[in-house]
């Protein structure tokens, strides 16, 4: 009887110890909301190749754990942490106050002894592009590029005549040195701005400028590539205004005068515009599985169609090989060329943009005598050619510096000015007033560094006292950029004789 007794305390003593130890090994790992969450139906799990997931909606402000044994990658509005357990071990995901715990531990049918290794296999963490990076990038994936400025363009001192519409900027200078439409040196500086932008900056959401439509079932409607479908945005349009004030000194004995232009722009449609840019957002959302695969090309050569093809040794090696693109700047680079792939796509796409501006001018450059200078209206429709698959940039791969993908567009502009104070051509030293008109197309061809424009524009003029005139504007014209925010422009072209205007005729730079 007491052997028996013997048995059974050993007995009970084996099993405090296994479940002694079975606890020691036990994992929990702890996922904090940063919204609060209504119900317990926040942990959704799968088991997917192996990996043990959990599916938190990004509208709880989900935060990754301190552990660095953590995959974190984004399905639409979900965030998914992915986790790699040992072989024989189990999971529960519970809901605790504001988050989720998931526990690991030995699975029931397996011996606690040293073979029952519980932690989940350790995962590099791979920090998301986070939403501020992303405002960021929309700005700085702008059509970079001159852009045209109303100011310059009611004083006629753009350099191309056929103005280009543009995604505004929240704030723009212009310096120029050149020859206005009479052929007189004028230097100048420019100051564009959106307003709306600048003053809305920290409130306004991309969801507001973007408002894509829904349907009765309050789900976002999507086009054939999966991609939401935007609508109408007052904030959209009022953030798209872009104001202008320029001014400019004549340098010549025949004009010493001073003038001032400040107007609008107006943009109607912009397919350009990177703030709408979705597959960018996708860009960044992919980070995670971008890493994952250069990793694996690293070492493996390729990607194996199937996950469980890769064996554990190849499994650590490639977390290894992810450490290392995460410590040599893989994240980054990344970053850049997704910003890169945007510029690509966006560059030189249609829009459509209606102007209007005010001037005003000092006959003796005297900057108490500025008098009224007419006005101007103008409106601009740019084409750019997304109906031709060979001119569309959407499939532009990442880390391809060869990829080019250049884009043309073609631009029509019509431009009405009147109550011009103008050098009379006909008496040097005096002025007069002119009424204009012009219709314009301008092909410009490149790439988001540089461009190449080809221009021809029909004028029509009246100077006060005589009868109409018209002429022919040819030029060509070039931009390159220098440096960051920092372009050079250069254009030259040729004007003919004025109709009923002697000695003119110009060549202009």
């Avoid at 191309?160 to 050149?178: M, W």
């Avoid at 900057?367 to 569309?392: I, P, T």
């Avoid at 540089?450 to 109409?468: C, I, K, M, P, Q």
């Amino acid at each position: 009887m007491r052997t028996k007794i013997y048995f059974l305390l050993l007995f009970a003593a084996m099993m405090l110890s296994a479940a002694a130890e079975s606890i020691a090994q036990t994992a929990t790992v702890k996922i904090n909301f940063g919204s609060p969450q209504a119900g317990s139906a926040v942990c959704k799990v799968r088991t997917l190749n192996g990996r043990y997931e959990v599916i938190v909606a990004g509208a709880l402000q989900p935060e990754a754990p301190d552990l660095q044994n953590v995959s974190v990658r984004f399905d639409g509005n979900n965030v998914i942490y992915s986790f790699k357990p040992a072989p024989n071990t189990e999971a529960l995901c519970q809901t605790v106050q504001n988050g989720l715990e998931i526990t690991f531990t030995a699975s029931s049918g397996q011996s606690a002894g040293g073979n029952a290794a519980v932690t989940p296999t350790p995962t590099p963490t791979v920090k998301p592009i986070t939403p501020e990076e992303k405002k960021e990038a929309k700005t700085e994936a702008l059509d970079l590029s001159i852009p045209e400025s109303p100011g310059f363009t009611i004083l006629g001192l753009n350099p191309q005549s056929v103005v280009r519409p543009t995604s505004p900027r929240e704030f723009v200078a212009k310096l120029i040195n050149s020859l206005d439409e009479n052929g007189n040196i004028q230097n100048g500086v420019a100051f564009d701005m959106a307003p709306y932008l600048l003053l809305s900056r920290g409130r306004l959401t991309l969801s507001d400028y973007r408002n894509f439509k829904k349907d009765k079932e309050n789900n976002f409607k999507k086009d054939k590539d999966g991609f939401r479908i935007p609508r109408f945005s007052l904030e959209r349009f009022f953030s798209r205004i872009q104001y202008s004030l320029a001014t400019t000194k004549g340098a010549s004995s025949e004009d010493k005068s001073a003038r001032i232009g400040t107007g609008l722009h107006f943009t109607i449609f912009d397919y350009g515009d990177p703030r709408m840019d979705q597959r960018l957002d996708q860009c960044f959302l992919d980070l995670t599985k971008e890493i994952q695969r250069q990793a694996t090309i690293n070492i493996l050569g390729f990607v194996p169609a199937n996950e469980d093809d890769i064996t554990g040794e190849q499994e650590d090696r490639i977390q290894q090989e992810i450490t290392r693109l995460l410590d040599n700047g893989f994240r980054e680079r990344y970053k850049k060329e997704c910003i890169g792939a945007s510029k690509k796509r966006n560059f030189g796409r249609s829009s459509f943009v209606i102007g209007g501006a005010k001037s005003w001018i000092s006959k003796t450059g005297d900057s108490s005598k500025f008098v009224d200078n007419g006005e101007g209206l103008w409106a601009s429709l740019a084409y750019g050619f997304e109906g031709l698959r060979a001119f569309r940039c959407d499939d532009v791969e990442l880390m391809d510096e060869d990829n080019r993908c250049i884009q043309p567009q073609l631009i029509f502009h019509y431009r009405r000015r009147v109550k011009e104070t103008v050098p009379n051509p006909l008496v040097a030293g005096q002025f007069t007033t002119k009424d204009s008109k012009l219709f314009g197309t301008r092909l410009r061809i490149g790439v988001p560094k540089w461009s190449v424009n080809l221009e021809g524009v029909f004028s029509e003029e009246r100077y006060a006292g005589r009868t109409s005139s018209h002429d022919w504007i040819g030029s060509f014209g070039a931009d390159y950029k220098l440096a960051d925010n920092f372009y050079l422009n250069f254009s030259v072209g040729g004007k003919t004789k004025e109709s009923n205007i002697p000695n003119t005729g110009k060549v202009f730079i």
